[in-house]
């Protein structure tokens, strides 16, 4: 997921596809834990993308409270 993607969400569809990651994170270390993980990389990608969106959720948080 790019961050132009990203930029144009709101606040509430950035949490929403934040929860959905984090919960295709946990699915995919389940599998990793009985190594059944196919794609090893799209844990990483995963955590890439999720650390964009709560990056995004910070600074709308900063400006709204400027």
Same mark, same amino acid.
Request: proline letters at 2%; aromatic letters at 2%; charged letters at 40%.
């Given at each position: %997921?790019?961050?132009?993607?990203?930029?144009?969400?709101?606040?509430? #569809?950035? $949490? $929403? *596809?934040? +929860?959905?990651? /984090?919960? #295709? %994170?946990f699915n995919l270390r389940l599998q990793q $834990?009985?190594?059944q993980l196919e794609k090893p990389a799209r844990? /990483?990608?995963? /955590? *890439?993308?999720? $650390? +964009?969106?709560?990056? +995004?959720?910070?600074?709308? +948080?900063? *400006?709204?409270? *400027?």
């Open positions: %997921m790019k961050f132009a993607e990203i930029k144009d969400l709101t606040p509430v #569809e950035l $949490a $929403a *596809k934040s +929860r959905d990651l /984090r919960h #295709e %994170m $834990a009985s190594a844990l /990483r990608t995963l /955590r *890439k993308d999720i $650390a +964009r969106i709560e990056t +995004r959720i910070s600074a709308l +948080r900063n *400006k709204a409270s *400027k």
